[in-house]
Nanobody
């Protein structure tokens, strides 16, 4: 059974940086595209970033483009997400997800396994 375990969330101040990790087990990680999504209170879950199976292709939501980096380590079955210059509007529960595909995709319905999420709060 596939399992995704996120870590790295917390309370940070505006302008700070934060790195999230997601350790994956129970699936063929090096053939699976991975993604990060987030859900703020009262809002729908939204796409943040995705990375293809070999790390070559990456796509970001406009809201984080230019201040975030998604990466992966296939030897460690881990995907990472770093966001710089955090804003209060980045406050959300962040979810790691494993795609049905090997190529990077941003559509939530193409992701079949989800983590439990990690809370990120940006506040002074």
């Amino acid at each position: 059974q596939a399992r995704l375990a996120e870590s790295g969330g917390g309370l940070v101040q505006p302008g700070d940086s934060l790195s999230l990790s997601c350790v994956v087990s129970g699936l063929t990680f090096n053939r699976t595209a991975m993604g990060w999504f987030r859900q703020a209170p009262g809002k729908e879950r939204e796409f943040v970033a995705t990375i293809g199976w070999n790390g070559q292709h990456k796509y970001y939501a406009d809201s984080v483009k230019g201040r975030s980096t998604i990466s992966r380590d296939n030897a460690e079955n881990t995907v990472y997400m770093r966001i710089d210059s955090l804003k209060p509007e980045d406050t959300a529960v962040y979810y790691c997800a494993a795609s049905k595909t090997a190529v990077a995709v941003h559509v939530p319905s193409l992701y079949e396994v989800w983590g439990q999420g990690t809370q990120v709060t940006v506040s002074s």
